[in-house]
Structure formats: structure tokens, C-alpha cells
């Protein structure tokens, strides 16, 4: 393409084009301009705050949670640090509520949607630490752990950057990123920025108050390309401990098969149904949101195939603890699938990937990056998937097209589908990894915080 004939070509047009065209031209280009410096200072209309939510009432609840301990040993009476939840995800929720049945913490439990919505933002953060909310809700607790949706908490944050101390919210805070560390936000600039400095401080006045952690390896990557700032130091990877509660297979879904795959559905895509209809693979499809008993009952079916809708899920961890042989496509597949429009998520962006550090340059970087692992003949943007994590490449089947995948799917011995052995493997290889799991959120509390283990 001629660049130079593009440059005269576009001259030759803006001389012909009448004065009072250019000048509306010029306008709407100014008017552009000024609202895209002033945009992160607008705010869409929210609902004025109508829970206060600074002390208990009906309206505004923090429940206490407890499990039965997830190991042999005698329970042992709860002990500091107490935890406080901040979190509306049901599995996330479950999952801190094992950690501190494990650590014998006391729990207790605050679902933000008492008083803000997905995408909280920067005025609805200040309304609530001016009507006492933070100081209420950091007053009930030694930790509080913002789970999932990070922006729930984000007068919590908020708090921290208020140049008197005093402000601060009391209790010590754990961001726990889970995929959703800007779900929603619409003053995404101030966000940012608001992040960027508390990243900054972190290591510095914050040091003991504030720590990060993620549940998988695309976070910390992912939080560092969006505020344009690196962390101080590589945050802490801690997964889903990987155990769920037991419940009865639901009536009314189809019987569970040897002879059918299964999967769950994601309100984005039909790629499960062209599995099922048009490549003719056996396959039980659940529907999107509907409850099928937990990972127990998946082991009735010959394997669960998972076209992943995010970057990880805490399903995928607990089908590998409980022996669920999953099916998921090389992420050269999964591109194609992507790129023919055979599936579809709004949450999985492969492009972004390319723009996070390759091998060679965390390698440079090190100690103060993050590590990630490929999987041979893999792309180097896998490694941010924990789909893809070399780790946990022994208990998970790639397939390279629908055919290799129909093949499979024919097989009739478990044995022969289950080559890897994966129902005996998965559950010994995480009972140990949990342990690991189990203390780095205990190196959290003792060695970042210094609270007596």
C-alpha cells in the first residue's frame, strides 16, 4: 500500500470539502478530544446510597461461616487472625471457608451486594467510607479478603489513599483476584490510577497492611498491562484448594452415562450442542447456571469436555482433586474455534495475551517476575492459562481437532479413554499440592501480616 497516495488522497478530499464541514469536522474532533480527558471523571447514574450499612441490621448482615475440618485431626478451637469475606461468589466463598477450616481461623462472611453492584465506582467508594461503612466493616475483624470481584471492595482500597492514616481501614486487607479485577467498571482511568498507587505503596507505607494474591497465573500479568506499572515483587499464586461439598445428582437432568461425555454450557456460546449434533460426540450438555452435584457425579460419565469461557474456573481444580478426566483443546484449537466464530466469550481475549512478558523477558527480569511454564509445541500466551500450565498437564487430555476428539469418544474401556489414569492420580497429586496451597495463605497471615500461626 502506497502511503504517500493515502496522504494525497486524503489532502486532495480536505481541500475540496466545504469551510463549514471542516469546521463541524474540527469541532467534533475537539469535543472528542475533551471528552476523552474528562471521561474518567464521569460517571453514569447509579442509585443514591440507601444502605449505610455501618452497623448490624436486618438489612445489613455478616454471617459466620464453619465447616467441618478437612482433615482427620481433632478440630482445634478457632484462633487469630479472625477473616472477614467481602465477596458475593458463592465457589469463592466456599473455597476461603475450607483455608480457614484447614488453618482453624474463624470465619466470617459479607456480601457487598448489601450495598453496591458489579462495577462499583469511584463516588459510590466514597459514599460508602463517608457513611462508615469501611470503618464498620474493617472494625469486625483482623483480615478482610476481597474476593473475586475486586471493585466490591473498592472503598476498602479507596480508603488507603486518604492522607490521613486514621481513615485507613483498620484491618488488614488480602485482594484475592480471581478473573474479575475490573468486571464492570465504567471510571476504568481512575481505577486504574487508584490500583497503580496502591501497587506502588505496597511494598512501602502499605507493607503489612495490603498484600495481593491470585488464583491462577493470568493476573498478575493482566492487572500490570492495564495499570502500566509492574508489582514490587511476584504475587502469591494460591488456587482453589480444590474441595466441594457433596450433593445428589439433580433429577432433572439426563442419567448419567460411562458411555456420554458431559459438560456445562456458558451462556456465550453452542459450541457444546455442535459437539453433541454435529460432530456426533456422545455428550450430556448442562445447562448454563444449573447445579449437577459437583465434581463426585462427574466421575459417572466417561469425562467432562470444557471449551474454556475464562481464563480458570474453579471446576477445573476440582475435577483434577476428585479424578474427573477432563477434555479441553490445545490452545492452537481453541484458537481456531475462536477465530471461526465456533465459539465465543467475552472473557478470553488470546490477543491480549500477546501483550504480556514473554519467557525471555521474565527471565530477565527475575527475581521480581512472575513464572509461568509452557507445555512443549504450545504457544508461549498458554503459560497464562492454568488450562495450559504444565502442572497440571498429567491429569488433563488436549485434543488437536474434533476427529482426534470422536476417536477418543469412541473407546469403550474407561481404561483406554483414561490412559493417563487420571480418577487415581488427580486426587493424590492434589491432596499434596493443597498442602502447599494451605501455606501460602498461612505465610500470608504469618510472615506479610505477623500474626501468631
Not at 93 to 118: E, G, K, M, R, W
Not at 267 to 286: A, G, Q, S, V, Y
Not at 320 to 328: E, L, N, S
Request: proline share 8%.
Amino acid at each position: 500500500m502506497d502511503i504517500e497516495l493515502i496522504k494525497a488522497t486524503i489532502l486532495s478530499l480536505w481541500t475540496r470539502t466545504p469551510k463549514r464541514f471542516k469546521a463541524m469536522a474540527v469541532g467534533l474532533v475537539a469535543l472528542l478530544l475533551v471528552v476523552s480527558l474528562v471521561w474518567d471523571s464521569i460517571e453514569l447514574f447509579e442509585p443514591p446510597l440507601t444502605n449505610q450499612c455501618n452497623q448490624h441490621t436486618p438489612d445489613c448482615i455478616v454471617s459466620h461461616q464453619s465447616l467441618s475440618p478437612t482433615t482427620s485431626n481433632p478440630p482445634k478451637p478457632p484462633t487469630k487472625p479472625s477473616i472477614l469475606y467481602y465477596n458475593t461468589h458463592s465457589g469463592a466463598a466456599d473455597n476461603i471457608a475450607h483455608v480457614a477450616s484447614s488453618l482453624s481461623l474463624s470465619l466470617s462472611h459479607f456480601n457487598p451486594s448489601q450495598v453496591t453492584s458489579y462495577g462499583t465506582s469511584h463516588s459510590r467508594a466514597k459514599a460508602l467510607i463517608n457513611s462508615g461503612h469501611v470503618k464498620w466493616i474493617c472494625s469486625l475483624t483482623d483480615v478482610i479478603v476481597i474476593g473475586d470481584t475486586i471493585p466490591h471492595g473498592r472503598a476498602i482500597l479507596l480508603s488507603f489513599l486518604d492522607t490521613d492514616p486514621s481513615k485507613w481501614c483498620s484491618a488488614r486487607v488480602v485482594v484475592e483476584m480471581t478473573n474479575r479485577f475490573d468486571w464492570d467498571v465504567k471510571d476504568r482511568r481512575r481505577y486504574y490510577r487508584m490500583v497503580r498507587e496502591l501497587v506502588r505503596r505496597s511494598e512501602l507505607d502499605l507493607k503489612g497492611r495490603l498484600v495481593w494474591v491470585a488464583n491462577n497465573n493470568v493476573e498478575q500479568a493482566f492487572v500490570e498491562w492495564k495499570i502500566g506499572a509492574k508489582f514490587p515483587k511476584p504475587i502469591r499464586v494460591l488456587r482453589p484448594v480444590g474441595l466441594a461439598e457433596d450433593y445428589e445428582y439433580p433429577s432433572d437432568l439426563p442419567n448419567p452415562s460411562i458411555d456420554h461425555f458431559a459438560s456445562r454450557t456458558h451462556d456465550t456460546t453452542h459450541i457444546f450442542e455442535e459437539i453433541r449434533d454435529k460432530h456426533k460426540i456422545p455428550l450430556t450438555i448442562f445447562p448454563f447456571g444449573h447445579k449437577y452435584g459437583g465434581p463426585k457425579n462427574l466421575l459417572r460419565f466417561k469425562g467432562f469436555i470444557d471449551i474454556p469461557y475464562q481464563y480458570s474456573v474453579m471446576k477445573f481444580y476440582e475435577n483434577i482433586a476428585y479424578g474427573v478426566p477432563q477434555f479441553v483443546p490445545t490452545p492452537q484449537f481453541y484458537e481456531k474455534l475462536v477465530n471461526t466464530k465456533h465459539h465465543f466469550t467475552h472473557c478470553i481475549k488470546v490477543p491480549d495475551l500477546l501483550h504480556f512478558p514473554t519467557l525471555d523477558e521474565l527471565e530477565k527480569t527475575k527475581p521480581n517476575s512472575q513464572t509461568i511454564g509452557i507445555i512443549r509445541d504450545f504457544p508461549e500466551w498458554s503459560g497464562y492459562m492454568d488450562y495450559y500450565d504444565p502442572l497440571f498437564a498429567p491429569y488433563v487430555y488436549y485434543f488437536n481437532s474434533w476427529e482426534e476428539l470422536r476417536e477418543i469418544a469412541g473407546r469403550e474401556r474407561v481404561k483406554d479413554v483414561d490412559w493417563k489414569r487420571v480418577r487415581e492420580s488427580g486426587p493424590v497429586f492434589y491432596n499434596a499440592y493443597r498442602k502447599s496451597i494451605l501455606d501460602g495463605w498461612k505465610d500470608v497471615f504469618v510472615n506479610e501480616f505477623g500474626f501468631t500461626p
